[in-house]
């Protein structure tokens, strides 16, 4: 790991200014990937600017219609949010599947959602939710977020503040993890709203994470597990690697839909 | 029996593990020297590359370096080479092709991770960090990293193999097995990859080499399974010092798996550079990624194997081609594991009257390859239990009573392929583990399964081993560059302590337990009162190691020989004491007494008789008490056992659950039954790991290791392992005939026996005749779609 400059700003504004500043620098809200990659020589950032410190940048509000998470908030926190745990039951449980103990209460939601990894938990549920995006700038619709591969909507220096979860009738989260890493080899999240919307987020699969549209259009009409399965993923746009091919991930993408769809509450 | 709760036979706590859960133990890397300096290995990026020019003009000047070593340096030096301690004859009568293995590449590299320079700084980091300053002009060439490929290929690994075979090596009667195939009225076939596997010790490899100027004499310290060993190819084949101005201390080790068997360039450069730099003692301590890049790994076999049966379904003959990928270089005893390892076990637990089996042994553009848990006995027991479970499918009949009817019966039993089984009852086996896995309901839980969307599938897995590879007159007729005895010495101490000095290395298996329990039961004395000192060529008087399961077969009976001289001497010293013949004194639960009297003298009191001297005449009984042994034993121990698989697969996803797990096996006695049952469970779970998980991937195109981290290469973890109320232990026991103590070795068993089990389970559950392993999701998926595909 080379030597870097450490900065721990009390605002988003003196951690936007030093973004400006720094040479090569980079925000940290976790560290959980940056870190391994610094470690590995993948990245060598001249400024690290921790995010964590930022008064009020963690916590968690539950209304009537949404659940509203601070970007600093760690994985732990939402996964063991009674409040969370009972407007959205299937987004305290996916937190709490991400990584292990350790990463769970270092992560936090924002540096995930910004890191957008194609294998995070996160974008699946954002999307499945129809999450907004808040930053210190402007909200994003998550539809409008994830753009590819570790892209997002985000500009230079753009810091996300808090994640807006509109509460379903009922959702579920289902994943299938990578054997060795326990990323999402696939993981599925899905939701129906009130007025019988259903939204249908898939991460792991592609380059970046995006909506079923055949699943949904297919749960729209009948939701149903078997509605959901019986629909076949073209596999096309879909990752191959050594541990999945895309026609494994396609047929991951439709089980683990009617799984969810049968879990859901 | 002395004490039964610390003598042989008593699962006691192990003695070791306090002080290694409370972070006391003591690692080479927790060892520091003054003045110490630090190594970091500059490694080759390509898989095949000559070496153009090599700038360290720029490097030698960054901060703290104290010292740039390459190639050229090495060899100006004269400090031979690695070397392989086993040669092989080849069909034809030819030696093996042993291409150059130098410390330090010169002229050419041949893997990912091969050494290229070492940089030798005030810190690790500055070490670091002056190696990316190292300019390297490298000529890429082409690499084959594929074992099936590499004799077609037109890479050329090294110029000693044309067409990069190290040997083509065979055992058996070639047209006898020709002629059973001849007359076969059944023929089974199978393609078998046995995939390649990365050892992943806890503790990662490391050295600290360091020259005494005042002396003239070096000392490592090095992860090593057999300091002895190491000391004596570092003396007599890299010439770097005589033996005697050579130290190797194995201080604490963290595992090693056969992985810290060989010798290895980092600690022989480490001790080298050591008097190259004014005698500063140099540490370097690899990191994961280096583990996953150059420890030796394991496996990767290419496999076609056939069995012949008659009108009968009896086994009349067996046929195996193997090509064995030894990676880039020979390591320490690559040889002899495809080899005397792997076919001499080719019969398995069978009556085969013909078997013959050749091996192809390549060079590919990889790590090498060498000795992991198993070693060879893994890869013959694969072959073994596909072909016969595979045979018993097609014959239709019953897995457990086609091998029941096919099992040696009577013993000593001569197989066709060396080795000569001493003691067993595979029938025994068979039935308890058919009985402690309830294998007559297995269809009721199928139906059950079934009901949840599951595949349920048995699997059987009756394997033999060979421990304890002996005698060493033997074993150098085979081509071995080493004796495998083993040494051991007993210090009585005046007060009637003892320590135990064994050649045989503790690194997870509980010696200092074990070893300590044969001398309560022989001199009764107490576990406490008891020291077992390894790992130091200092301190030992000499020793070949442990790995293989032969520190209890060979290490333990050499300390019994010496314990029985103990118990001799202490007898002459006891009797000229109580003034009575040695005829006359009995020794019995530490306490000797004389026949027909009330005389008794308690062992302490003897042993401090022995070094008081004046109750003897010390002309006639040498004062002390400490006696030496080396053993060298008659044979092999053949340790066997039926383990029984039962595996779920998910349907929609092929995702594999072992459901339950039964080991059956016969180590003759035990000496601690705990320890034992962990040892199994281990073993089974790095079986487990080979079936469902683990396999290294190197890209075709680029050469580069794909599985280079923990986020790839998938090492077993706990919620992979059947649960524990589900993974049963049994045992049998025909003691071993060769072996005072009757024992056998237990160290590799679960490895050797679990892959097939797991993969007979999976074929059976899902009805495929082969899967590759890993089995993984995908794996089984894809069989599973291809089989429905066919069904269409």
């Not at chain 1, 599947?97 to 270092?106: A, D, P, S, T, Y």
């Not at chain 2, 306490?591 to 009297?597: A, L």
């Not at chain 2, 004062?623 to 092999?636: M, Q, R, V």
Request: proline share 4%.
């Amino acid at each position: 790991m080379e030597n870097f400059n450490y900065h721990r700003p009390a605002t988003t504004t003196a951690a936007a200014a030093l973004m400006k500043k720094g040479k090569d620098a980079k925000y940290m809200a976790g560290g959980h990937t940056l870190l391994p990659t610094m470690k590995q020589g993948l990245a060598a950032p001249t400024d690290i600017i921790d995010l964590t410190a930022i008064k009020n940048f963690s916590g968690i509000k539950v209304s009537k219609t949404s659940v509203s998470i601070k970007a600093g908030t760690t994985h732990m926190e939402v996964a063991t949010s009674k409040e969370i745990k009972k407007a959205i039951p299937a987004l305290a449980e996916m937190a709490g599947k991400i990584g292990g103990v350790h990463v769970r209460h270092k992560g936090t939601i924002g540096g995930s959602v910004a890191n957008a990894d194609p294998a995070a938990d996160y974008p699946s549920a954002c999307l499945g939710l129809g999450a907004t995006i808040e930053t210190n700038k402007r909200k994003i619709e998550a539809d409008k977020f994830f753009t590819g591969m570790f892209a997002t909507a985000l500009k230079d220096g753009e810091i996300i503040t808090a994640v807006h979860f509109p509460i379903p009738k009922k959702s579920a989260h289902q994943k299938f993890p990578n054997p060795a890493s326990r990323y999402a080899l696939t993981g599925v999240f899905v939701s129906q709203d009130a007025k019988g919307k259903v939204r249908v987020g898939v991460t792991g699969a592609a380059a970046t994470a995006f909506r079923a549209t055949d699943i949904e259009a297919a749960l729209s009409k009948d939701f149903s597990a078997k509605s959901a399965t019986s629909v076949k993923i073209a596999s096309k746009s879909l990752m191959t690697d050594m541990h999945a091919t895309a026609a494994y991930r396609a047929n991951l993408i439709s089980v683990l839909a009617g799984r969810a769809v049968a879990a859901a509450k | 029996m002395a004490d039964t709760k610390t003598g042989v036979g008593a699962s006691v706590r192990r003695k070791e593990d306090l002080r290694f859960i409370t972070g006391k133990g003591n690692y080479t890397d927790d060892i520091n020297l003054k003045d110490q300096t630090y190594a970091y290995f500059l490694r080759s990026p390509h898989a095949h590359a000559t070496i153009k020019s090599i700038n360290t003009a720029k490097a030698k000047k960054m901060p703290g370096v104290v010292g740039i070593f390459v190639g050229e340096d090495v060899a100006n030096d004269k400090l031979g080479g690695l070397i392989c301690g086993w040669g092989i004859t080849s069909k034809d009568g030819s030696g093996m092709k042993a291409g150059p293995h130098p410390v330090l590449a010169q002229g050419k590299v041949r893997y990912v991770g091969d050494h290229v320079a070492v940089v030798i700084a005030e810190t690790k980091e500055q070490a670091r960090t002056a190696a990316q300053a190292i300019v390297v002009s490298y000529g890429v060439l082409p690499h084959v990293v594929d074992a099936a490929k590499a004799m077609k290929s037109k890479v050329q690994v090294h110029e000693v193999a044309s067409d990069n075979r190290v040997f083509n090596w065979s055992l058996g009667n070639e047209e006898a097995t020709n002629a059973a195939f001849k007359n076969a009225a059944h023929v089974t076939k199978l393609d078998i990859i046995n995939n390649r596997l990365i050892p992943n010790a806890m503790e990662p490899r490391a050295a600290i080499g360091s020259y005494d100027t005042g002396t003239e004499s070096y000392t490592l310290y090095t992860t090593s399974q057999n300091p002895h060993v190491a000391r004596l190819v570092i003396s007599a084949f890299h010439g770097l010092a005589p033996e005697h101005k050579l130290r190797v201390i194995a201080p604490d080790v963290g595992g090693g798996f056969g992985s810290k068997i060989f010798i290895y360039a980092e600690e022989v450069v480490c001790v080298w550079a050591s008097k190259h730099i004014g005698g500063r003692p140099i540490k370097w301590t690899g990191d994961r990624s280096e583990a996953f890049l150059a420890d030796a790994h394991g496996r990767d076999h290419v496999t076609k194997a056939e069995l012949a049966m008659d009108a009968s379904g009896k086994i009349t003959g067996m046929r195996v081609h193997t090509i064995a990928a030894l990676g880039a270089y020979l390591s320490t005893f690559s040889a002899a594991v495809p080899t005397y390892l792997y076919g001499t076990l080719m019969s398995g637990q069978y009556d085969i009257p013909n078997i013959y089996v050749e091996v192809d042994a390549v060079y590919t553009n990889t790590a090498p390859v060498d000795a992991y848990r198993g070693a060879g006995r893994p890869e013959a027991t694969y072959v073994v239990e596909r072909l016969v479970e595979t045979a018993a499918r097609e014959l239709k009949q019953d897995p457990a009573e086609f091998r029941r009817r096919s099992f040696v019966k009577s013993f000593p039993h001569q197989t066709p392929v060396i080795m000569c089984y001493d003691a067993g009852d595979y029938g025994a086996a068979l039935d308890k583990a058919l009985e402690m896995s309830d294998y007559k309901n297995f269809a009721k839980r199928k139906a059950e399964s079934a009901k949840n969307g599951k595949l349920r599938g048995v699997g059987f897995s009756a394997y033999i081993e060979a421990c304890g590879i002996a005698p060493s007159a033997a074993v150098g007729s085979l081509g071995a560059g080493v004796g495998l005895w083993e040494s051991a010495e007993v210090r009585v101490n005046p007060i009637g302590t003892v320590e135990i000095l064994t050649g045989s290395h503790s690194h997870g298996q509980g010696h200092e337990t074990t070893f300590a329990q044969l001398v309560v039961e022989k001199l009764g004395v107490d576990i406490n009162s008891v020291s077992i000192v390894h790992g130091d060529t200092d301190k030992v008087q000499m020793g070949m190691g442990t790995y293989g399961s032969r520190s209890g077969a060979v290490g333990m009976h050499a300390i019994s020989k010496a314990l029985d001289k103990i118990e001799a001497k202490a007898k002459r010293v006891a009797a000229a004491v109580m003034e009575s013949s040695v005829d006359d004194v009995e020794f019995k639960n530490g306490t000797f007494t004389v026949k027909g009297t009330d005389k008794k003298m308690a062992f302490g009191e003897v042993a401090l008789q022995a070094y008081l001297g004046h109750k003897f005449n010390s002309s006639e009984i040498e004062i002390g008490l400490k006696e030496t042994a080396f053993h060298d034993p008659a044979n092999f121990v053949f340790p066997a056992g039926v383990h029984i698989c039962e595996v779920e697969v998910d349907v929609d996803t092929g995702l594999t659950k072992i459901v339950d797990y039964t080991a059956v096996d016969d180590f003759g006695n035990l000496i601690n039954p705990m320890i034992v049952e962990g040892q199994v469970q281990g073993g089974v779970a790095q079986g487990i790991g080979q079936a469902l998980l683990e396999g290294a991937v190197y890209d075709e195109d680029s050469g580069q290791l794909l599985t280079g981290s923990f986020m790839d290469y998938n090492m077993p973890r706990a919620a992979n392992m059947p649960s524990i109320e589900n993974f049963r232990l049994g045992f049998t026991c025909t003691p071993c005939p060769t072996n005072p103590m009757g024992m056998k070795g237990c160290g590799e068993a679960g490895a050797i026996a679990a892959p097939p089990a797991v993969i007979n389970a999976i074929t059976n559950a899902i009805g495929v005749r082969e899967i590759a392993m890993p089995a993984t999701p995908l794996t089984v998926w894809t069989a599973m779609q291809a089989n429905k595909k066919a069904a269409e």
